[in-house]
């Protein structure tokens, strides 16, 4: 104990304390931290060789954490062994108490073959349990020599442990539910045919003929509002590749439908395309009618290996269209890099383009910059005669929007497009 400058007597602090204090929205990885830090807490505060926190699951008790003495390494992590065989189990049936100070005196104790195998003497045990009231596993702790001096107060202090553990491990299990749910979720999907694509004409602005389509993915509007959400839960899963190449496959099908000088626009995430699946599947296809739109909310992290994986398929005719341009700081950053055939206007800058002087400045900027460029500008989400004219005006060279089209399931684009 040290004494502090007003004369009060503070405790040696632990982590854990420190932790809980400073972690009100815990991060990945803290639970962990804190339940380490608790469980050294514990083991000091008892003087025990050994600490643990157990899962029990399927008959086994599974090691989750543990903290041992620097020379004793008794018990790794991830390890399992029967619960049958356990001091753990028949704490919390109560054939067994709660603190035990000799276990080499207690015949229940002995009946445990690693009593004898590892020596064990004074055992310290309580339930963790979760707020449904079911078991999650055990608080646990022992030594290798008797210690009589164990009390009620030692128990109660792992009880107050236990519970904070509850707590924490409580977080950690109903994230992890969540994320079996998620995944379910995406997996059925990937499954099943309740994605469906709709199909938004996009028409060329010299001579107001369609001349592509942009293949948009459409989910269930339980439990998600949109599409934005089912992807970002897919990737928030790890299913992000899955669920895209999905979606591409199923716009680069149209193709086969469509007029062969009409092309399809596919949307995908740069993440999405730098993983094994999409590149393949893109070879497959009639590239020289292969729009491949990169969304610009991703953060493009290495922008070498995405010029390098998308140059030999834009050597065989798929052009690049940068999507969204405008909404976010990152799309012009993409478009330098990348150099895109197309850079498609995000909405946003096309909404009252004909009487916001900003846009409409904004517009006349980017064709020009297109144009430079050798790019195609297409804007998106027009929605008024008006916003059209100035569009026209500007020199813009596609457009597409509800003014013009809104995104149709197939049976009804065969009423603009002749389909095959
Ligand atoms: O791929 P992108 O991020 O551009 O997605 C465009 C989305 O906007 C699609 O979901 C499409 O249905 C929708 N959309 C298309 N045209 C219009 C429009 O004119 N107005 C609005 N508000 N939304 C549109
Ligand atoms: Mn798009």
């Not at 904070?164 to 990937?190: F, H, N």
């Not at 709709?198 to 010299?206: F, G, K």
């Not at 590239?287 to 140059?311: C, M, P, S, W």
């Not at 809104?406 to 009804?412: C, V």
Request: glycine share 8%; charged share 25%.
């Amino acid at each position: 104990m040290q004494s502090n400058t007003a004369g009060v007597t503070s405790r040696p602090e632990f982590g854990l304390s420190r932790l809980l204090r400073d972690t009100f929205d815990l991060q990945d990885g803290s639970v962990s931290s804190i339940l380490n830090e608790l469980l050294h807490a514990a083991r000091l505060y008892l003087g025990m060789d050994v600490a643990f926190i157990s899962e029990f699951d399927g008959g086994r008790r599974i090691f989750r954490y543990v903290d041992q003495a620097r020379d004793t390494q008794l018990i790794k992590v991830g390890e399992s062994d029967p619960l049958d065989e356990s001091y753990c189990q028949r704490v919390v049936d109560g054939r067994l108490p709660e603190v035990i100070h000799d276990a080499q005196a207690l015949g229940e104790a002995r009946s445990i073959a690693a009593t004898l195998k590892l020596g064990i003497g004074a055992h310290v045990s309580v339930p963790i349990r979760l707020s449904d009231g079911s078991v999650f596993g055990t608080l646990c702790s022992f030594t290798f020599h008797a210690d009589c001096s164990l009390n009620e107060r030692d128990l109660a202090l792992m009880q107050v442990f236990s519970q904070i553990a509850s707590g924490l491990i409580e977080r950690d299990v109903e994230k992890a539910r969540d994320e079996e749910r998620c995944k379910q979720r995406i997996t059925r999907l990937l499954g099943d045919e309740t994605m469906t694509m709709v199909w938004q004409p996009i028409l060329s602005c010299a001579d107001h003929r369609v001349v592509g389509v942009e293949a948009l993915a459409r989910f269930p509007r339980e439990p998600h509002p949109g599409p934005a959400q089912w992807f970002a839960e897919a990737a928030s899963v790890g299913l992000s590749r899955e669920l895209e190449t999905m979606a591409v496959k199923k716009g680069l099908a149209l193709l086969e439908k469509l007029p062969p000088d009409l092309y399809v626009s596919c949307n995908t995430s740069a993440g999405a395309f730098l993983e094994p699946g999409l590149p393949e599947l893109l070879e497959q296809a009639p590239l020289d009618r292969v729009v491949l739109e990169i969304t610009e909310h991703d953060v493009i992290e290495d922008y070498e290996l995405l010029a390098e994986k998308l140059a030999p398929l834009r050597r065989s005719g798929l052009r690049l269209a940068v999507d969204d341009a405008g909404a976010g700081y990152a799309s012009f950053r993409h478009i330098l890099r990348l150099r895109p055939e197309m850079i498609k206007l995000d909405m946003s800058l096309t909404r009252d383009i004909d009487t916001d002087i900003s846009r409409r400045s904004l517009g006349t900027a980017l064709v020009r910059f297109a144009n430079e460029l050798g790019s195609v500008l297409v804007a998106e989400g027009v929605e008024t005669r008006a916003e059209l004219d100035t569009l026209l005006q500007l020199g813009v060279h596609k457009v597409q929007g509800y003014f013009l089209h809104r995104p149709k399931p197939l049976e009804e684009l065969g009423a603009i497009i002749p389909l095959r």
